[in-house]
Structure formats: C-alpha cells, structure tokens
Nanobody
C-alpha cells in the first residue's frame, strides 16, 4: 500500500513564502513522477507543478517564476517552495505520485491560505 504524507501548509500573508513536503512510503511500483495539485473552493483540481524521475519539471502558468518543485529520489520525497504568494494561491494542495503502470496515488491534502 502506498502512502503519501504531506506537511508544510498553513496561513501566510500575501508576499510570503511556504514550503510543502511530501514523503512516499510503502510498496511503491516504478515511479514515473511526483507532483502537486491544488483545489480551491468551487473549482476543479488543477496541476501546480510536477517533476519526472528524469528531473524534468512542469509548472502551471500561474505559478511559474514563483514556485519551485524539487525531488529527493532516494528518499521518495517531493517539495514545493512557494514564494511571492498571492490570495489566489489559497487552496488545498495535494501530493501526487504516478507510476509507469498508470496508477495515481494521492495524499490527504494540506491547506494553504494566503491573506491579503
């Protein structure tokens, strides 16, 4: 069973920074990549950033130049450094792990609230 445990959410003022971390454990098949998604109230879940096992990263346009994703492969950990936060970044952030077999695993989510 795969478990993803997130940490690092919280309340921050606009312009501030937060760092999210996610640690994967359990019997994990071949990992294709890990990433972060978010879901704001009344909106669909959307991709924030992802990184492949080869190190290639992708970002949503809304967070480019503000957020940075990184991964420690040996520790099966992915982090998201979020700078210059704005109220529109307020959402529940979910860690995601994708396998080469096409499986998706999700964390329980961590709340990020940015006050204006």
């Amino acid at each position: 069973q795969v478990q993803l445990v997130e940490s690092g959410g919280g309340l921050v003022q606009a312009g501030g920074s937060l760092r999210l971390s996610c640690a994967a454990s359990g019997s994990i098949p071949s990992i294709n990549g890990m990433g972060w998604y978010r879901q704001a109230p009344g909106k669909q879940r959307e991709l924030v950033a992802r990184i492949t096992i080869g190190g290639r990263s992708d970002y949503a346009d809304s967070v480019k130049d503000r957020f940075t994703i990184s991964r420690i492969q040996a520790k099966k950990t992915v982090s998201l450094q979020m700078n210059s936060l704005i109220p529109e970044d307020t959402a529940v952030y979910y860690c995601n792990l994708k396998t080469y077999g096409g499986a998706d695993y999700w964390g329980q989510g961590t709340q990020v609230t940015v006050s204006s």
